[in-house]
């Protein structure tokens, strides 16, 4: 066992630190949280529109309530892609310490013009042609081009920052009115080169930047990812391998999968906003949701044998102060208070406790027996049970109960040889 994490501490933590050191890569991890308060507004919204209680969306729609009640999702998760564009570049400049505002506003405008224009008929009369944007891109299908573009046009603002093109003003002058002025040539500059872009996009079969990567890549991966239960089971345990290693795990993985795991659970929000409880997706960035609680290795389950169960003082003590955190999936109190980091007695648990229940998950999803998650994005910190409920009715929420009772299961003879050696310790130190 030494020799195996040996092994992994040489060649797995050099290219996680690479990883978790990239700027491009935290950028859009950064991006993706930055937009996350207005998606779990939007998710809210849509739960109180489609509460599962008979005759509440009827009484809604007769009232005229559930066309004011939807606007908030429309105007968040609907167009979820302008907000990334906007947040991507803005975090990219802050990793290179260049002024973020104009960096964002510049991935913002490149966005639009990658996006295009359509036509759409005169809500007057229903025949005339009507020339505008695009909305078909302004959701989860334009969040790769929002990615890519976000990026691309932010390191164009970079440059230009760091030749230093940019229009000098005399100190006298307001510093709102020298930002404004010092970020004219780089966004000049970076728009430019995407409507060059744009302009030669328009000339191929694709039309427009946006339906080039969503045809070419975003549908390829999501198809690929999104059915692929292998393909997520890798990355999750590479995500429990980081953490056993002291690194951030889910900053690390997630800056990989976010991208192509949101727009799934979109797809399922979309086809729940539809009135459809069959959703396309199992693989989604919710789907972890479903049986994973008290944060990476689901250490929940651990928490409360500690406090039922545990005959040292160390861990019984632990056990109560980390029990109301992991409820509310805080874990760090027992990752580096056991300690499980670099602990070669917690390794199986922690690498293989949510692959184990993850694979029971998909298995009982794929045959219909658990609701597939509706794509709610709820608040990361929501406590068991209640997510269950929210994101797939009762069917979820007992398989939740079932899931921690598995997560004991598995840490129980792992926790026992814990107990054993701390109270063994105590007992010399008495």
């Known amino acids: 066992m030494n020799g195996f994490l040996n092994f992994l501490e040489t060649k797995l933590t050099p290219i996680a630190a690479s990883f978790g050191s990239n700027k491009y890569l935290r950028a859009i991890s950064s991006g993706f949280v930055a937009i996350m308060a207005a998606t779990i507004v939007g998710s809210i919204f849509t739960l109180i529109c489609w509460l599962p209680i008979p005759g509440w969306t009827d009484w809604l729609m ?3 309530l559930f066309n004011i009640l939807s606007l908030p999702s429309q105007v968040t998760i609907d167009v979820i892609a302008v907000y990334a564009s906007f947040f991507i570049a803005y975090s990219l400049a802050k990793e290179f310490n260049v002024e973020a505002g104009g960096a964002g506003l510049t991935g913002l405008v490149c966005f639009f013009l990658c996006t295009g224009r359509a036509s759409y ?14 909305l078909d891109y302004l959701g989860s299908k334009g969040l790769f081009t929002a990615m890519i573009v976000g990026l691309i046009a932010s390191r164009l603002y970079i440059f230009a920052v760091k030749k230093n093109w940019t229009i000098k003003l005399p100190d006298s002058v307001p510093p709102n009115v020298t930002a ?52 997520y089971l890798f990355f ?31 797809e399922n929000l979309a086809a729940y906003q539809a009135g459809s409880k069959v959703m396309p997706n199992i693989i989604s960035q919710a789907f972890a949701g479903s049986y994973m609680f008290g944060g990476i290795g689901s250490m929940f389950g651990m928490a409360i044998l500690m406090c039922l169960f545990a005959k040292s003082k160390q861990y019984k003590m632990l056990g109560r102060l980390s029990l109301p955190t992991t409820l509310f999936f805080i874990n760090e109190p027992l990752l580096f ?51 269950g409920f929210l994101q797939g009715g009762f069917s979820l929420m007992i398989w939740q109960v079932l899931m921690i009772l598995g997560s004991m299961i598995i840490w129980y003879p792992f926790f026992r040889m814990g107990d054993k050696a701390a109270l063994k310790e105590e007992e010399g130190q008495e």
């Open 180 to 231: 404004a002025f010092s970020s004219l040539i780089p966004a000049g500059f970076a728009v430019v080169i995407m409507l060059v872009v744009a302009g030669l996009m328009s000339m191929t079969s694709y039309g427009t930047l946006s339906n080039a990567v969503f045809t070419i890549i975003q549908s390829n991966l999501m198809r690929f990812m999104g059915n692929n239960f292998f393909s």
């Open 62 to 64: 007769a009232s005229g």
């Open 121 to 134: 008929l005169s809500p007057a009369d229903g025949t005339t042609a009507v020339s505008a944007l695009s």
């Open 337 to 387: 208070g056991m300690p499980v980091v670099l602990n070669p007695m917690f390794f199986i648990p922690l690498v293989f406790t949510s692959p184990i229940l993850g694979s029971l998950t998909y298995v009982v999803m794929k045959m219909g027996l658990v609701q597939v998650p509706y794509g709610l994005n709820l608040p990361w910190t929501t406590p068991p049970l209640i997510s």
């Open 236 to 266: 999750d345990i590479m995500a429990s391998l980081l953490w056993f290693f002291g690194l951030h795990g889910g900053n690390i993985v997630g800056s990989i999968t976010q991208p192509i795991y949101i727009p799934l659970m979109l």
